[in-house]
Every structure is written in C-alpha cells, then in structure tokens.
C-alpha cells in the first residue's frame, strides 16, 4: 500500500511487504531538522549518519566513526582509499597552488605552488626536477642539488663525513678512479690503472 502526497501525486510513500520506500518524482526532497540521525533497527539502534546544525555531519561503519566534516574542511579516521576501477588518483586544491598529488601514467606526480617538483616513477624511483633540494637540518646545513648541468653536495656546518669500510669513487662507465679501504691503502687510478697507493711504510 502507497500513500500519495500533491496534486500529480508527486511524493508517495508505502511498503511492498519486503521492502519501504519513499519516491518524490518532482522538486527537491527535503528534511528539516536541528539535529538529524541515521540509525540501525536490527543492530543495536547502531549510529550510520548523523548531522547537526552549524556542526558536523558524521558517517559510521560498523557503529565506528570514519569521517567527520569540520569548520576548516573533513577528517578521516582510518585510512583513505582513493582510486577508480583504472587506478587514477587525483588530489588537488582549485587554485591551483596548493599541494597537489596526481596520478600520471603508473608515477604520481607530487606539486607546490602550480609547479611539479618530484615523481615517483612506476619502477620506485624518486625524481626530482632540475635545481631541486633535498634540504637537512634545522638550517639546511645539508643539502643535494642537480642543477641540470652539475651535481651538488652542499655541507655547510662542521664536517662532511663519508663512513663505510669500503669506498670507491667510480666514473660512470664504472672505471674506478679512486679507492678506500678501511685497515687498508688508498688507491688512485688514471684510465682504470692504479698510479699510487699508500703501504704500512708510506706510498
């Protein structure tokens, strides 16, 4: 049975015998109320939605806050899955300005003020766009640079230490040009040919 409201019976109301609907064919269907709440019959009156004037609106799972608007934007509690059925993630401010993260092609594509800085390439990598900074310390004592021309080590408070056991300075087609060995000589090279390295006595 169906109760009908309006002139064309625009809004109607009833109950099929398994299931209770509410139709409006016409206009907006509104709801007033200060205070307005979502709740389970069947599972403890279990809070689903709830909304209050000049305040937040609330969603639940499982009678467990998950999200909450606020006066400065939206909380989430728990994790945030964004994504469609392909993948593609889009996260951004309208002015254009703000922090964006954008999905491109299998990298995601992280900018600041209108501008890409960084991607994290679909193979892992990170890269960063020329006369980028990896800035250290409370001051950016420390810093690595590309400027699109040369590379970069800045250290600018005490010193610059490189630790390891073993080091060796190579060239990019992997002709080592220098060598370090911990208990051990330092070696130098010139055209893959050792030329000098220190002994117990001296060099």
């Known amino acids: 049975e169906y109760a ?3 002139t064309g019976n625009d809004m109607y109301m009833g109950h099929t015998g398994s299931l ?3 139709s409006n064919v016409t206009g907006n269907f509104e ?5 307005f709440r979502l709740r389970s019959f069947t ?3 279990e809070t689903m939605l709830q909304t209050s004037t000049h305040g937040s609106v609330n969603l639940w799972y499982d009678n467990s806050k998950k999200f909450e608007t606020t006066s400065s934007g939206a909380q989430i509690f728990g994790n945030l899955n964004v994504g469609t059925d392909a993948g593609a993630i889009f996260l951004t401010n309208p002015d254009g300005f703000s922090p964006k993260l954008q999905e491109n092609a299998g990298s995601l594509e992280f900018s600041t003020n209108n501008n890409k800085r960084m991607t994290l390439g679909s193979s892992g990598n990170l890269e960063f766009v020329d ?3 990896i800035t250290m310390g409370n001051s950016a004592d420390f810093q690595l640079l590309h400027n699109g021309s040369n590379s970069f080590i800045v250290n600018s408070t005490g010193f610059l230490d490189l630790q390891a056991d073993a080091f060796r300075i190579l060239t990019t ?3 080592t040009q220098a060598k370090f060995t911990a208990n051990g000589s330092v070696e130098l090279y010139y055209d893959n040919s050792k030329k000098l390295s220190t002994i117990n006595e001296g060099v």
Do not use: C, K, L, V
Not at 31 to 35: L, R
């Open 4 to 6: 009908h409201f309006g």
């Open 20 to 22: 209770a609907s509410i």
């Open 31 to 35: 709801i007033y109320s200060n205070e």
């Open 43 to 45: 599972h403890n009156n």
């Open 131 to 133: 006369s980028s900074r």
């Open 173 to 175: 087609g992997s002709e």
